[in-house]
């Protein structure tokens, strides 16, 4: 496949998983809602381009670099992302065009699977990128974004803004801003 995907790629992706990233020593694990057809062709977390999470990442100081996996995911990054004791996974593991293409009861079942990989990894803080998503999969309707009153295998549980570019009221320093508060509360980065 070339450096960007043709439409057949994107639709040939339609239903693939993105390998979760994770490593020894992990502290923080960012749940995305599920991968878009760009991050499944690719192979790559929040690949498509405008998609502002490395962006953010970088702002907030949780790696020193933007991250590019428009192409898909450098082994030096994906090293880069470990090292610093962040993990990547998705709440629904099945690529669509567009996270409301889930089923809520997705979501919910996707709960188990998480629950089952923090308590394999043992991070300190997972964060699921995006609120309407976190209220669907864990049954709260009235959730506000930040620090939950509930833990998921020991970690406290965070529900920031997703990152897509479709989330238009955020951007990428509100982004930042929210990401540096759970990955402080990690230990990613000082407070």
Known sequence: MSARPTKADLEAARGLEVPDIAGPGMKL??????????????????ARPGNRFYPALHRAG?????????????????AHLVARGVGITNLAMRATARADE???????EGVAGLEAKVAAWRPKVVAILGLTAYRHAFGEPLATAGRQGRRLAGAEVWALPNPSGLNAH??????????????????????
């Open 102 to 108: 889930l089923r809520p009861a997705e979501l919910r």
């Open 170 to 191: 955020e951007t990428v320093d509100t982004l930042a801003t929210a990401y540096r508060e759970a990955a402080t509360a990690a230990g990613v980065v000082g407070g």
């Open 29 to 46: 694990l960012l749940a995305g809602i599920n991968p878009g057809l760009w991050t499944a062709a690719v192979g790559a977390h929040f």
């Open 62 to 78: 949780i790696v020193d670099r933007v991250i590019d996996t428009s192409a898909g995911m450098r082994p030096e990054d994906e």
